[in-house]
Nanobody, 112 residues
Framework: VQLVESGGGLVQPGGSLRLSCAAS????????MGWYRQAPGKERESVAT???????NYADSVKGRFTISRDNAKNTVYLQMNSLKPEDTAVYYC???????WGQGTQVTVSS
């Protein structure tokens, strides 16, 4: 099982980024997927999850700003992040919920 994240970077407050996570070695279409983040000195927290059927859940802190989606044809899950705030700065990780595997993480920094 391999999960490879991409799309992180430096963005100004109010800006947008889209993270991607490409999965291999899984039966992706049957697998629930999640995005998590870990800020310096803090525990890793759930940001958003999506079931195999497309049902989504979000942390209260990102509701209305972030959108998780999946493309089963590409074995890829996305996290569209809008209206970014400095407190969104963290390393973002993709997780296969069924296989309990993590990607390597991608840094998101929101700063002016």
């Amino acid at each position: 099982v391999q999960l490879v994240e991409s799309g992180g970077g430096l963005v100004q407050p109010g800006g947008s980024l889209r993270l991607s996570c490409a999965a291999s070695g899984t039966i992706f279409r049957f697998d629930a997927m999640g995005w998590y983040r870990q800020a310096p000195g803090k525990e890793r927290e759930s940001v958003a999850t999506i079931s195999s059927g497309g049902r989504t859940n979000y942390a209260d802190s990102v509701k209305g700003r972030f959108t998780i989606s999946r493309d089963n044809a590409k074995n890829t899950v996305y996290l569209q992040m809008n209206s970014l705030k400095p407190e969104d700065t963290a390393v973002y990780y993709c997780k296969s919920e069924g296989y309990q595997r993590w990607g390597q993480g991608t840094q998101v920094t929101v700063s002016s």
